[in-house]
Structure formats: structure tokens, C-alpha cells
């Protein structure tokens, strides 16, 4: 009864944090049994920045999900999903930095302020970074008002991740599906769309109850 109770409450903080590391577990066990041949780096590299992606518009995605359903158990794993977001991203990082770059300062820093698709993926990885450290409880009672205005720059960080995608992909049409879907989860967030979709949703709720309410009533029997 006991586990039963916990698993309605957690089972889709178990599903994400399972669901997460199962691509960083397959990227392992396919390095180790040297499935990537071609252009290992390259292919680890975008395997982990679009991994990185998914995860930070399912982080996006939380808040119009919670507003067109009213589930507020999405919100729970809201800031799991940005966490290893960032873990990926580093994953990501690291990858360019080892094995791209084989740790070369001077190639670095050329790379990083030089072109255009490095300078976005490095600015919206810095961006995330600030958010991960101050994603805890403990920020949020040091900066107060502020942390709130801070977390904002998520947006700014998903526009420039899908710009470094769309910069360094050959083919513009899966970034920019990706950047679409940005689009339509920002504009779900401002107060006048979210307000229709929340007024809408509790209107449909109250006639589903009363529907209901009706068709127990119809069902009851007649003494």
C-alpha cells in the first residue's frame, strides 16, 4: 500500500531519471565495443548535443504541459530535466575539448571565438551552467525575486543551442523542427495564451464534472 502510494506520486520522477541515463549508458557500451567508425568524434559529439537538446525542450515543455492538462506533477521534473541537460551538454563539451581538440589551448581558443556555431554553443553552455549551480533551493533563498529573472535565461540558452545546431548542421530542416518547437513552447508561456488555455481548461473540467455528476445522478437507483 505503502510503495503503492510512492509510485503514484514519484513514477515519472523514476521514468525521467531512468529515461535519462539510458543514452549516456548506450553512448558508453558503443565506444567500448568500437561501434563508432566512421567519424567517431563527430558522431559522439552530435549524439550527446541532441541528447542535450531533447532534454532541455522536455524541460521547457514542463510548464505548457502543465497548463493545457493540469497535471502539476510535470513540474516536479522540470528541474531534473534541465539538470541533465547539463550534464550532457558537458558530456558534450568534454568530447570537443578532449578528444576534438586534444586539449590545445591555442586551438581553443581560436575554435571559441572564431566561429560562429562555437561562440552560441559555448555561450548557452555557460548559460547552463549558471542555472545547474543555482538551481537549488539554497539560490533560490539567496537571490529571492532575482533567481526567477535569473532562470529566465533558459530561453535565451535554447535559442542559442538550436542556433549552434542549425550553424553546424548540413541539412537546416531538424534544427530548425527543433526551433519551431521552441517557438510554439515560449509563446505558450506568455500570460495571455497561458491564461485562455488555463481559462479553457477549467471549463471543460467543470462541464466534464457536471456531465458526470449528471450521469451518477441518472444511474443512482430510484427508491
Known amino acids: 500500500m505503502v510503495l503503492g502510494t510512492w509510485w503514484r506520486k514519484n513514477w515519472l520522477r523514476v521514468l525521467v531519471h531512468i529515461g535519462a541515463w539510458v543514452p549516456l549508458s548506450w553512448l558508453v557500451i558503443q565506444y567500448l565495443q568500437g561501434s563508432f567508425v566512421v567519424d567517431p568524434v563527430r558522431e559522439m559529439t552530435t549524439y550527446t548535443g541532441k541528447t542535450a537538446l531533447i532534454l532541455l525542450m522536455l524541460s521547457l515543455a514542463c510548464t505548457p504541459i502543465s497548463t493545457v492538462t493540469g497535471l502539476k506533477q510535470v513540474l516536479r521534473v522540470r528541474r531534473a530535466l534541465g539538470v541533465y541537460s547539463l550534464v550532457y ?125 449528471r450521469g451518477l445522478g441518472v444511474l443512482a437507483p430510484h427508491r
Not at 90 to 99: P, R, T
Not at 144 to 156: D, E, G
Not at 188 to 210: M, N
Open 89 to 213: 551538454v558537458s558530456v558534450h563539451f568534454a568530447i570537443f575539448v578532449g578528444l576534438d581538440y586534444r586539449f590545445d589551448p591555442g586551438l581553443l581558443v581560436e575554435a571559441i571565438f572564431e566561429q560562429r556555431y562555437v561562440i552560441v554553443g559555448f555561450a548557452a553552455g555557460v548559460i547552463l551552467l549558471l542555472l545547474g549551480v543555482t538551481s537549488t533551493r539554497g539560490w533560490q533563498r539567496r537571490l529571492r525575486r532575482n533567481w526567477k529573472r535569473l532562470h529566465r535565461l533558459v530561453y535565451v540558452a535554447g535559442i542559442l543551442v538550436v542556433a549552434h545546431f542549425l550553424w553546424l548542421s548540413k541539412d537546416p530542416q531538424e534544427p530548425l523542427r527543433y526551433g519551431a518547437l521552441l517557438v510554439g513552447l515560449l509563446l505558450l508561456r506568455l500570460p495571455p495564451i497561458r491564461g485562455a488555455i488555463s481559462r479553457l481548461r477549467r471549463r471543460l473540467e467543470s462541464r466534464l464534472k457536471r456531465n458526470s455528476e
